[in-house]
C-alpha cells in the first residue's frame, strides 16, 4: 500500500511499516507544544504526524514517488495516493481473473426464489442497452448508501429488517488558531500532501468522558494552502487586503473534529417514494439527526482544543459560539454501517465474512458493513473486512460449495 509515517508507539494507533514521514508546518508544531504543555499537567492526549497512503520513498517502486504539490483532494495526477483504480485493481487484473465492466450500473439483482440464491444481475451500459449476467456469487460493494439501496429495491437480504439501519458518519466542528508570532515567517516551503498533517488523538481512550459515550479525534491543518486560503473575510481592498490575508494565512491553524456519530434509530436510509434516478428506480434518502450524545462530544472539542490554543500561546481566531445540531456539519465522505455485520440474524444482516444471512451466495464487500465506528479514517478496516471475505469466499469456490 505503501504508507509514509512515523512510528509514535501509541497503542490506540498502532505503528506500522512507514516510508519517510512529511513534517507538521509551523502553526501545527506550535499547537503541539500547546498539548505537550497540558500533558506535563496530567491531561491525556497526544499529537501526532498523519500518516498516509502515499510513497515518500523513491526506492519504492510500486507507485510514483509524491513530489509534494498538495492536491491530492483533487486526485492526485502522478497516481501517487493510494486508490483502489492504481493499486488492487491492476494487481487483480494482472491474474487474467478480473474482467472490469466499466461505465455500466448494475440495475437489477435477479433472484432463484426457490434456493434464495442470487442467480445474476442487470446492467445498463453507457449506451444505455441492458445487459444480463449470471454468477455462482454476487459481492455488492456499492458504498454505503447504494448497496442498502440495492437491497431495499430489491427486496431482499433483509428479513432482520436492518437493511438501511445503524447508519453512521463522522461529524464535527472547527476552531482556528492564529500565533501572531509567525506573522513574518516565509511560508514559501509549504509544500506538502494536501492541507491536514497533523493529528490530536488519544483522548478519552483510558477513561470515557462522563457526558458522551466513544470518542475523536482533531485533524489539523496549516499553511498557505495552494488550492484556497482558509482564512477569507478579511475587511478592506488592495495591496492592504494582500498583505492581511497572507499575513493571518501564514499563522493560522485549523483544528478539524472527526466524531463519530452516535447511531440512532432516527439516523438511516430509506427509499424516496417519488424521485427515481435516469433507470427508474427510486433514489435514496438519508435521514440525519444529531443526539445530546454528539453535541456534548462537540462541546468537549471545543473547549479542548481552546484550551491548547491558549496553551501553546495562540490566540483563538474562530470557533463556534455555541453548539447546537444546526452547527455540527456530517462528513459525507465517511458514510459506514447499514449492512450490520454480526452473528445474530436477527439483528444484523451480514454474518462476519460479510455474507448474507439469508441469501447463501450473496456477500457485502463495502464499508455498509460495519457493526460500529470509531473516530478513525474507514478505510484500513474496509479493507481488512473484505480481505477476510474474500478468503471465505475463495476457500468455498475451492470446496465447490458456490454450485
Ligand atoms: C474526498 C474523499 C476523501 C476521503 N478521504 C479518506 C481518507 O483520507 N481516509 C479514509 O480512510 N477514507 C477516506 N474517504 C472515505 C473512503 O473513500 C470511503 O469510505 C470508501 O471509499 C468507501 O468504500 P466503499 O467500497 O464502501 O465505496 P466506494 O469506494 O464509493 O465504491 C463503490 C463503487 O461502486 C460503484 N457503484 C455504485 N453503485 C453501482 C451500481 N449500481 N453499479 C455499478 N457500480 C456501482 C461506484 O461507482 C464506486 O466505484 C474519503 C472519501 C472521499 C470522497
Ligand atoms: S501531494 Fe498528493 S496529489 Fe501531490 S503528488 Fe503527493 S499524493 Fe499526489
Known amino acids: 500500500m505503501g504508507v509514509y509515517g512515523s ?34 499537567k496530567g491531561r491525556v492526549m497526544e499529537f501526532v504526524t498523519q500518516r498516509k497512503a502515499i510513497p515518500t520513498d523513491p526506492a519504492w517502486k510500486r507507485r510514483a514517488t509524491c513530489h509534494y504539490c498538495g492536491q491530492c483532494m483533487n486526485g492526485c495526477d502522478i497516481d501517487s495516493k493510494y486508490t483502489s483504480a492504481n493499486t488492487p485493481i491492476p494487481l487483480a487484473m494482472r491474474t487474467g481473473n478480473l474482467s472490469l465492466f466499466t461505465e455500466s450500473t448494475m440495475t437489477r439483482i435477479v433472484l432463484d426464489n426457490v434456493n434464495r440464491r442470487v ?10 442497452q441492458t445487459v444480463s449476467l449470471q454468477c455462482k456469487a454476487l459481492v455488492l460493494a456499492c458504498s454505503t448508501v447504494e448497496t442498502a439501496r440495492h437491497l431495499l429495491i430489491n427486496n431482499i437480504a433483509n428479513s432482520s429488517g436492518q437493511v438501511g439501519k445503524n447508519l453512521t458518519s463522522h461529524f464535527g466542528t472547527d476552531v482556528v488558531a492564529i500565533f501572531p508570532e509567525l506573522r513574518s515567517r516565509d511560508a514559501s516551503n509549504d509544500d506538502g500532501t494536501d492541507y491536514f498533517h497533523s493529528l490530536l488523538t488519544g483522548l478519552h481512550w483510558d477513561k470515557p468522558h462522563r457526558d458522551f459515550d466513544m470518542t475523536y479525534q482533531v485533524q489539523c491543518g496549516a ?10 473575510d478579511v475587511p478592506g481592498y488592495g495591496s492592504q487586503l494582500k498583505r492581511d490575508l497572507r499575513d493571518l494565512n501564514v499563522c493560522h491553524a485549523v483544528m478539524d473534529m472527526q466524531g463519530s456519530l452516535a447511531p440512532s434509530p432516527r439516523t ?24 445530546p450524545n454528539d453535541i456534548a462530544m462537540a462541546r468537549d472539542m471545543v473547549e479542548t482544543c481552546v484550551e491548547i490554543i491558549e496553551a501553546a500561546k495562540g490566540e483563538v481566531y474562530s470557533r463556534p459560539r455555541e453548539i447546537t445540531a444546526d452547527t455540527l456539519g456530517i462528513d459525507y465522505n465517511h458514510w459506514v454501517g447499514t449492512l450490520r455485520m454480526g452473528t445474530d440474524s436477527k439483528h444484523s444482516v451480514v454474518n462476519t465474512v460479510g455474507q448474507s444471512h439469508d441469501v447463501t451466495n450473496l456477500y457485502v464487500g463495502d464499508s455498509s458493513v460495519f457493526a460500529a465506528y470509531p473516530e478513525k479514517n474507514p478505510t484500513l478496516t474496509n479493507i481488512a473486512l473484505s480481505w477476510r471475505m474474500s478468503k471465505s469466499l475463495a476457500e468455498r469456490a475451492k470446496k465447490g460449495e458456490l454450485g
Open 7 to 40: 512510528r509514535d508507539g501509541l497503542w490506540n494507533m498502532p505503528d506500522g511499516v512507514f516510508q519517510k514521514t512529511v513534517r507538521m508546518r509551523c502553526p501545527e508544531m506550535l499547537l503541539k507544544r500547546g498539548v505537550e504543555r497540558l500533558k506535563a
Open 119 to 128: 442467480r445474476g444481475i442487470e446492467y445498463v451500459t453507457s449506451s444505455g
Open 223 to 232: 499553511g498557505l494552502n495552494p488550492k484556497s486560503l482558509a482564512i477569507r
Open 268 to 291: 438511516y436510509v430509506d427509499l424516496d417514494p417519488e424521485r427515481k434516478d435516469r433507470h427508474g428506480l427510486p433514489l435514496p434518502r438519508v435521514h440525519l439527526k444529531y443526539g
